[in-house]
């Protein structure tokens, strides 16, 4: 990084094309991203006593994320999901951040995370019979099947529910999250009362999640056992049913668990939507996590010691959240002045760390935009620096479920390729959606052939 003064201005658009920038945020925010790494590492996106930086180099997220992360709240996007998601562990800040922490902490300790392979590998096994039932029958969409999935892993795993009946679950969370990317796009300047479909769309969404946030509770402090579970169910309940306040207490288990039932599926479905894309379109590489597959579980469900030996099968997963982070962005508010890599970053700043973009930084990776494992293979990868790849963030807020979910993408790909092999639709054009997390708009229409 070239040095510069302490009280310099990172360069950025101007004029014509500083309303392009806005036009952008609304419409296509990762073109924004992409257009303001040409700018340079460090970049003033938006005009304003505060603005709006965005920093695109390793040294830049390790400061923010790690090194001075006090100084840095959760920012724009996320600020606007609270609406939504309440003081839950993705929105909250300081002591209860903390204390929120220690609560689901222990959910996803190692020991436990493995004792929940067996159910990982049913919900794989499963999936692949209900896709095995579409061979022949023309194209269907794998992005509900995998978003059912990821909700069947959550529910067994985390909560100790079945979930399979709460069928609205994916339309509210998508109603949430066209809301809260609304509301950034728009810098919240949209009254929340105006009866525009989309608040009212949103309206429901919140309503159907707090009813089903009742649901579990009353249902699992009926059936017993919360008092001494290790689910994350039966620990917020011990948590917080004596704050003093019943109300105050319904609400942090509300914010917890909705939280949970979005981060706890929405990245991981968002993961294999990519990661099936991707072998779609390298039959060769689908073919060699094919062989991986046959090779270590022959005809036999994964196991939690097979994900030391399906090596190939994990680069794969690795790579695919290179090319499309399910995190794509991390935003940032300031507290107080600050210098990044030179620049002066007022307080109240809104601070962009971008993973698709730093993913994709030319100085950082060879051909960047090329599908490559190998990039992941044991030696490379213990080359690669800390902050050059962010796919479960960086520093304190470390996603916290991260081995779970790459546990289950890593047997859901190894058994889908071992028998299945499924083709997108001839003619239909895959668009990343970057809402809270990257997203494949339309869905993924697939066609399914039996390979055993």
Known sequence: ????????????????????????????????????????????????????????????????????????????????????????????????????????????????????????????????????????????????????????????????????????????????????????????TVPHALPLPRQRRFRRARRDLDAVVGRLVAERRMRGGWRDGEDALSRLIRAYEDLGDPQAGRRRIRDELVTLLLAGHETTASTLGWTLHLLDRHPEVRDRVAAEAREVLDDRAPEYEDLARLTYTSMVVAEAMRLYPPVWMLSRKAQAPDVIGGYRVPAGADVLICPYTLHRHPALWRDPDRFDPQRFAPEARAQLSRYVYL????????????????????????????????STRPGHRVVPEPMLSLRIRGGLPVLVQPVR
């Open 391 to 422: 796919p479960f963030g960086a520093g304190p807020r470390f996603c916290v479920g991260n081995q779970l979910g790459l546990m289950e993408a890593v047997f859901v790909v190894a058994a889908v390729c071992r028998d299945l092999r499924l």
């Open 1 to 188: 990084m070239t040095a510069v003064a302490r009280t310099a201005v990172p360069p950025g658009p101007s004029g014509p094309a500083l309303l392009g920038v806005l036009w952008k945020l609304g419409r296509d925010r990762l073109g924004l991203m992409s257009s303001a790494a040409s700018y340079g590492d460090a970049v003033r996106l938006a005009p304003g006593r505060r603005g709006l930086y965005f920093f695109n180099h390793p040294e830049h997220a390790k400061h923010v994320l790690a090194d001075n992360s006090e100084n840095y709240h959760k920012g724009i996007g996320l600020a606007q999901a609270r609406r939504a998601l309440g003081d839950g562990l993705l929105t909250s800040e300081g002591r209860l951040w903390r204390d929120q922490r220690a609560v689901i902490k222990p959910v996803f300790r190692a020991r436990r995370v493995a004792e929940q392979a067996p159910a990982v590998a049913a919900e794989a096994m499963l999936l692949v019979e209900r896709l095995r039932a579409y061979a022949g029958r023309g194209p269907v969409d794998v992005v509900p099947e995998l978003t059912a999935l990821t909700l069947g892993v959550l529910g067994r795993t985390l909560l100790d529910v079945d979930l399979s009946g709460f069928t609205s679950l994916g339309h509210s969370f998508e109603a949430m999250q066209d809301q809260a990317m609304f509301e950034m796009a728009s810098l919240g």
